[in-house]
């Protein structure tokens, strides 16, 4: 059974706008799932709408499953027990979940608090670190005395990621959580997602536009178009990479890793039927599957479809 199953799920904003339309999607445990698509395609929506939260007013319909439990219709007091519990979320912006007037360990250990993870405030306030380091910071302590101003905004990205973890999620619902930081940071942030899939069997659903993002985490890809799912299918299959520099071995490259700097090219003209599943090394590859009509990216790195 896949961790998170989205069937049909359609998603009409207020004034008419379908900005998600009969949309099937499977992810793993320990898989990722990458939605691309361009500005407005309907990938903040979708992924709101399995955090139970897709705007007000929304019209939801479809199925949400996560481990075999119906989401969607779930009462409010029983999504608020899943949301941050089994299933994290990245914001954007880290503003949006850290809070500027608390401590980062306080927030964390109140995590830890509301979801009886800890039976006790010192249980609480002692799994703070172990999270922080988890999510990458240099200096935990340091870390969970400061306020979230106190940090960089790569630091606090990851303070944020420290906070989504702190319910022990099996799924993580990261939105472009890299968008707002350098080509290094960005780059860390998204290696340390991968490690923790390995380490913790998170499935993480990565909501972006960055070509370069799907490519490093080198999974499964879905790509939105108009709330409408595209084309599916391996990161190394919808999107062909190369490095600019290959061959020059020049320092920066070397420092953050290969891959780092790859460009996106062009697409291999491959992928599955519209329906998304992050496999298990046990299935067959998307190799099988019918050919994608054409290419998706341009030599450009724009979305063709
Ligand atoms: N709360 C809302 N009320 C009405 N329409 C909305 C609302 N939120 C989003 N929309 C509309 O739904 C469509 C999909 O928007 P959404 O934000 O999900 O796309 P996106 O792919 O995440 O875009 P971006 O990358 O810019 O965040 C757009 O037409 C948008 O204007």
Do not use: W
């Not at 898989?31 to 019209?59: D, I, N, Q, W, Y």
């Not at 054409?294 to 979305?303: A, N, T, Y």
Request: neutral net charge; proline residues 7%; glycine residues 10%.
């Amino acid at each position: 059974m896949s961790l998170l199953a989205i069937e049909g799920l359609t998603v009409h904003h207020p004034d008419g706008v379908r900005a998600v339309d009969d949309v099937t999607l499977r992810i793993d445990a320990g898989r990722a799932l990458v939605l691309l698509g361009e500005s407005g395609s309907g990938k903040t929506t979708l992924a709101r709408a399995v955090l139970g939260l897709p705007g007000g007013g929304a019209t939801v319909r479809g199925s949400v499953r996560l481990a075999g439990t119906e989401l969607l219709g779930l009462p409010e007091r029983a999504l608020t027990r899943i949301r941050g519990r089994r299933i994290g979320h990245v914001p954007q912006d880290p503003s949006a979940t850290l809070d500027p007037l608390r401590r980062i360990g306080t927030q964390l250990a109140q995590v830890r608090r509301v979801h009886r993870l800890a039976a006790t405030r010192r249980e609480a306030r002692a799994a703070a670190l172990p999270l922080l380091a988890a999510a990458g910071l240099p200096d935990p302590e340091r870390a969970a005395r400061a306020y979230p101003h106190e940090l960089s905004g790569g630091l606090r990205q990851r303070a944020a990621l420290a906070l989504a973890l702190a319910g022990d999620p099996e799924l993580l619902i990261a939105d472009e959580p890299t968008t707002a930081l350098d080509t290094l940071a960005r780059a860390r942030v998204l290696d340390l997602l991968t490690t923790l899939r390995a380490q913790r069997g998170l499935a993480l659903l990565l909501v972006t536009h960055d070509l370069s993002a799907a490519a490093r985490i080198d999974d499964t890809v879905a790509v939105l178009d108009g709330g409408r799912l595209t084309a599916t299918g391996p990161a190394r299959e919808l999107l062909v990479t190369e490095s600019p520099d290959r061959g020059s071995g020049n320092g920066e490259s070397e420092l953050l890793g290969a891959g780092a700097h790859r460009k996106v090219r062009a697409a291999s003209g491959r992928g599955t039927e519209p329906e998304a599943h992050a496999r298990t090394d046990s299935e067959p590859s998307a190799a099988t599957a019918p050919p994608f009509p054409g290419p998706l990216i341009s030599p450009e790195g724009d979305f063709l479809r």
